[in-house]
């Protein structure tokens, strides 16, 4: 039990920066900040966001639930490809600042649900 211990903290770790740098670039793409197209700005988040999802994968392994078996954990696959697609619309895609603000704030939506799934198991968790 001390891995899924150690797993289930790097994982939280990650996904406390994912939220962390994801609102930041948020904030940057709002004010037209160079500091979003930093080269570390568009390389650590990918990288932590890959440690993220192993560290999911690692957790579900181990716990023996898997996506497409398991409600909670298929409502937090689909809900990540939501987030991914609004992220990449908010940072990169959206042809509007209105539409990349739309997007950024749905993004911060879906997490927040994805926390929620997270924490109650269930895939309706309000």
Known sequence: MASYAALKSLHLATLVITLTLFVL?????????PRLHARWARIVPHVNDTVLLTSGLGLAIMLQQYP??????????????????LGTVALKRGRTRGQRVAAWVAALLVFGYMVAVARTHAPWPF
């Open 68 to 85: 497409l078996v398991h409600g909670w954990l298929t409502a937090k696959f689909f809900a990540l490809i939501a987030y991914i697609v």
């Open 25 to 33: 670039r948020g904030l940057w793409m709002m004010t037209d900040s």
